[in-house]
């Protein structure tokens, strides 16, 4: 048995069953060994990144370890961008990337690069398997790493000639069903808890700001309900990985994006207890204006970390305030009304709200023409939201097909900005091959209207037209249908809110992916 066979049974017997891939020359050994092991998905990308995003979106919606082939130091670099957002989600993803073989690397070919130091910018674990016999040991290693906790990004440099010699055994799987699979993580620290209780109780203003794992499942349900025992704000992360929402879960308020709505969410609050999120920061400095937004005098209590048991944390916490199961409020069911008249970004986000299905999963790279859009499903039938962890752009698409892949038989929406949606439309082509049952609808403003935002938040305000022109996307104006039926994905344009619903209504009835071309103003 070669190395590469022995990797991919080696991952298949540690429950990895997908790969997103764009190989090259110095991968084949990995491609030709899909015929020889066949419980291994591969799904073919036209674009790295397109790769890296779907197996992101993947591991968000299974919680289980996806794996992603690239090329080179070249692919890899191709591939960064929704690496660095599957870093901020805390995504297990094993990222392969082929090398020159050993023998080859002191000729310096062509692409010949430092693999390792790209790679350090998005994985906190980065290994080169130097042996056939030693390689699926060090793969085991990369998924103990990747599911962490915290998940990451773990990296596997696989040089050619470690994939082709022979002498490649599978490695066992641990009888006790440890090792290569999510872990609880640290035992919660009595202190910190302690702390975090008193503060909670003491009739101080305190918020409770929810993030990555306590977005989802019970962990959501708990924090909700000692929140609302204890009177406190219940406040979710701006951007989670995932997010479950609608009808009969706890609503959560989002963290806004602007600095300045963020400073209103939190003013007043004398405590702030962190859940499995970050303490919140702007997302870009701006002049005259604060980066952290904490609250001056307010006290910051860590109760989760990312290395932290989540679930023994928010158990503990939950005792020592005496939460009652069913504190908070569960959301009741409504819709809005189909709209009718002129397209805009709001009724586009209030025919969403009103035919969303149930157990769809959204992901959301619509920037600023989704604003309403939690507004809009907030009582629409439960369902996951996926988000722009790490504000790359380029994810929507990518993390819509992984997450398609990962839970077939569930409807994912893409909501996106028509100039993000630019940089990985590939995508689509990847959505028609598998038969995915993905609806896009691209906010078709001919802008980057979130950098027209920006502009003048930044203090570039009276900025002339030639700098305008460079968040311009029209001259000429992109045909979104045209392209998508090029990328072998039905399409249509919507002018009006009723066309809008007319389409969006036949392509969630409809198995298979399409695209609408929702012509709506710029919202800002």
Known sequence: MNGARALIRTLVDHGVDTCFM??????????AALDDVPELRGVLALFEGVATGAADGFARITGRAAAVLLHLGPGLGNGLANLHNARRAHSPVLAIVGDHATTHRRYDAPLQSDIVSAACNVSPWVWTA?????LTADAVEALVNAYGPPGAVATLVLPADVSWDEGGVPAPVDPDGLGARPRAGLAPDPGVLGGAAAALTSGEPAAVLIGGRVC????????????ATTGARFLAETFPARLERGAGRPPVDRLAYLAEFAALQLEGVRHLILLDAPSPVSFFAYPGKASDLVPEGCTVHTVVAPHDDAAAAVAALAERVGSRPGAAPRQEPGRPDLPTGPLTAQSVCQALGALLPEDAIVSDEGATSTLFAPGATAGAPAHD??????GAIGQGLPVALGAAVGAPGRRVVALEADGSALYTFQALWTMAREGLDVTTVIFDNRSYAVL????????????????REMLDLSRPDLDFVALATGMGVPATR???????????????????????????????
Request: glycine residues 12%.
């Open 494 to 524: 919507a002018t009006t809110s009723e066309e809008f619903t007319e389409a969006l209504a036949r392509s969630l009835a409809t198995p298979g992916p399409s695209l609408i071309d929702a012509v709506v103003p710029p919202l800002l």
């Open 452 to 467: 027209n935002m920006e502009l003048d938040r930044v203090g570039a305000g009276g900025a002339g037209t030639r700098a």
């Open 130 to 134: 130097e042996s056939t016999g030693g």
């Open 216 to 227: 989802v499942g019970p962990l959501l349900e708990q924090a909700a309900d000692l929140a």
């Open 22 to 31: 764009n190989p090259g020359t110095s991968e084949m050994h990995f491609v």
């Open 385 to 390: 939201w996926l988000t722009l962890t790490g």
